[in-house]
């Protein structure tokens, strides 16, 4: 199995030997929360956009064979009622005009839909709750992958023949950036994936809107500390974008494996001093009284 992304392809819904951005999604989901958590991060990543989000299969063919466009499948195999089973949304998508890829999204997985879903032309197989921010990065690296997983499903592809196995391309869990506290993160969070103001942050979270923009500063520095694998990112010229734009891609990226193995090392003081590799001062005026 691969744990690397290693060298991309072309997308496999182009006839051009180049990649185009941005790759177009369609997203099934029963559950509707997490449902329009996906999409908004699928809406926000430069790569990506939506094309439809629907909560049933029935709405999900309607909608694949009345758009042409779309790239990929975004798809919850835990859908109730199971009507029609796995097996035939899965071909019945795959065989539309578009012929787009399948990726599903699992909560448990389950043994059987995993099988169900490389015995019919899926292109990936990921645990919800292991994907989590870097749903966009996954859905890139699945259309240059032969089937992409996340790790807790390594077990089940024991079952696959060897010649199969190695053709398997495992993306890390996603876990946040350790040198972003708790206070940091819920910053970031409510300013840039919740799209607050600063005022607004700093009102939910009792403090002055000065403080919102000198943490959202540090957060930007600290996110340059190199944690997420950026042969995941597929953006070329990503400093031509805001800084905020880069956090957002920076802060979703698959973490290093070998960085994860080793998290307990990031020490506040590197955290705080070294940023890829040189030494920097916190941001002038950032108050050293003010708990992170």
């Known amino acids: 199995m691969k744990e690397n992304p290693g060298k991309q392809t072309a997308r496999v819904c182009c006839s051009s030997n180049e990649t185009r951005y941005p790759i177009l999604v369609g997203i099934m989901d029963d559950d509707f929360f997490a449902l329009k958590w996906n999409a908004s991060l699928i ?3 430069i790569r990506t956009t ?13 909608k694949v064979y009345q758009d042409p466009r779309v790239d990929l499948i975004l ?19 795959t065989n539309s005009p578009a012929k787009p890829a399948v990726v ?3 909560q448990y997985g389950d043994q059987d839909d995993f099988i169900t879903a490389v015995q019919n032309g899926a292109r990936g197989f990921l645990i919800k709750n292991e994907v989590r921010m870097e749903i966009c990065f996954a859905i890139v690296q699945a259309l240059h992958s032969r089937f992409l997983i996340t790790p807790g499903i390594k077990k089940l592809v024991k079952m696959l023949p060897r010649a199969w196995q190695d053709e398997v391309t495992i993306i890390s869990s996603w876990i946040p950036h350790p040198c972003l506290t708790s206070q940091l993160q819920r910053v970031f969070t409510l300013k840039v994936l919740y799209g607050m103001s600063a005022s607004l942050t700093a009102q939910k979270m009792h403090l002055m809107p000065g ?3 000198k943490y959202m500063q540090y957060i930007y520095q600290r996110l340059e500390i190199k944690w997420g694998d950026e042969k995941y990112l597929g953006i070329s010229e990503l400093e031509k974008y805001s800084p905020e734009v880069q956090a957002f891609h920076r802060y979703n990226l698959p973490p290093i494996l070998k960085k994860v193995k080793n998290r307990l090392n990031f020490s506040e003081e590197m955290c705080n001093n070294n940023i890829n590799g040189v030494k920097k001062t916190q941001p002038a005026g950032f108050p050293n009284s003010v708990s992170l």
Do not use: A, N
């Open 43 to 45: 809406m926000r990543d």
């Open 50 to 62: 939506v094309c439809f989000e629907v909560e049933t299969p029935t709405e999900l063919i309607d």
């Open 75 to 93: 798809l919850d195999v835990e859908y109730q009622p199971q009507r029609p089973e796995l097996s035939k949304l899965i071909t019945r998508i």
């Open 104 to 106: 599903c999204l699992s």
């Open 211 to 213: 403080t919102v923009e």
